[in-house]
């Protein structure tokens, strides 16, 4: 779709959450910013614990007091040691810390006997041990999780660099539909698409501003395309998708000027999915069987709203056997929910735990792991056959630039 990303602003961390960096983050600190304490004890010079055990222990005077965010009163001279605390930045003339448990002070307090004896570098932490100031961190196309938030905390940024979400519309389509919560016959279906969709879209990082329902009527459905296409980035209708005598929702887009760049695919499910522009909307026409509508926005709506924020998603695929034998229509590629990757003791390559397939079921795709993939051109899938399957976990992003 050519259609610039939205200019990306800084949001404070917390509204950034789950949204992806426009551009690169490199440290702007040292982590940690300076040398210090990663126990309660004692800073000491490490040469002057040399040979020190509990029963002839080290001696050495107490100078000092250093407490995290405190600076050191002074530099440590030959035969002397600062109390110090996790955290706390090492005086000067200290080269390592002994934790408390292996010291103890003198009953006047104006020494402290240690009964170990230590290296330089012993339970410190190294300024810039963990990142070096300038380093790169991030990429652009990062999403900004909590990991990524906390670190970005540490380095002192307030704000991330991110895009805005997209502003997305659902408008499920059917007059067979009634909202849940009202009564319904048993011909009548209670309308699940919306939630279903305005769902995935979120999750996809969309923040979703209407949530319409039209009948199979085309002055109905041309009004509420008309009313929502404008305010959106995205438009995404569910039902009247294919090529029943009220399935209109392509014919009334067509009339009112959209140009498509899909109409049908070979998928299953999800052949009827469609994607148009019109004006400036991004619109994806989903099937109205709700496990169709689940895939065909997976495969059509998902990267468009991911897009809009400036990033392509590539999913790890990894090669599992089918847990069972499929046959399948050979023109089309297939989609089949993996409820599980089982490792068994036969092999390398796991197994992919295949869920029935309904395209106008629901339950398939509750906590499903990821799609295995049948290409098309064949009909038959022997059980233990290997095929890829797509995994929803840990995908990529990589930053796009804009069509
Ligand atoms: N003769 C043909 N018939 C069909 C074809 C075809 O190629 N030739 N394609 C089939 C395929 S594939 C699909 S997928 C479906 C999709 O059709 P539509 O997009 O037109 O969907 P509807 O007919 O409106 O509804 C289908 C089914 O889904 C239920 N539905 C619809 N919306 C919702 C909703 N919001 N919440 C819950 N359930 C919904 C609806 O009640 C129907 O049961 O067409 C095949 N037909
Ligand atoms: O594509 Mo339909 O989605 O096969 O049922």
Sequence with gaps: MARAHAAPSHLPLLEAHGRFLAARVDAARALP?????????????????????????????????????HLPRRALQPGEAARIFTGAPLPTGADAVVRQEAARPTDDGTHVELF???????DLRRAGEEVMPGA???????????????????????????RPAPRVAVLATGDELVPPGQP??????F???????????REAGADVTWLDRSRDDEAELHAHLERLAPQVDVLITTGGASVGDRDCVKRVLTRMGARFLVDGVALKPGKPVAVARLGHTAVVVLPG?????????????????????????????????????????????YLVTVAALDVRDDGATPWARLRPQGAGQILQNVAAQGWAVLPSGRAD???????????????????????
């Design 381 to 403: 899938f022997a059980q233990g056959e290997p095929v890829d399957v797509q995994l929803f976990a840990l995908p990529d992003f990589q930053a796009v630039e804009a069509a």
């Design 289 to 333: 069987n709700p496990g169709a509508a689940t895939v065909a926005f997976d495969q059509f709506a998902r990267p468009l709203i991911l897009k809009h924020q400036g990033v392509l998603e590539q999913r790890r695929v990894v090669r599992a056997r089918l847990s069972e034998a499929r046959h399948k229509q050979a023109g089309l590629t």
């Design 33 to 69: 910013g300076c040398d210090n304490s990663a126990m309660d004890g004692w800073a000491v010079r490490a040469e002057e614990t040399r040979g020190a055990l509990r029963d002839r222990p080290a001696r050495l005077r107490i100078v000092d007091t250093v407490y995290a965010g």
């Design 136 to 162: 790169p961190l991030f990429p652009a196309g990062q999403r900004v999780d909590a990991t990524v938030l906390g670190v970005l905390a540490s380095l002192g940024e307030a704000t991330a660099l991110v």
């Design 191 to 201: 309308e699940s698409n919306r939630i279903l969709v305005a769902a995935l879209a």
């Design 184 to 189: 319904a016959e048993p011909h009548q279906v």
């Design 116 to 122: 170990i004896s230590v290296l330089p570098g012993h």
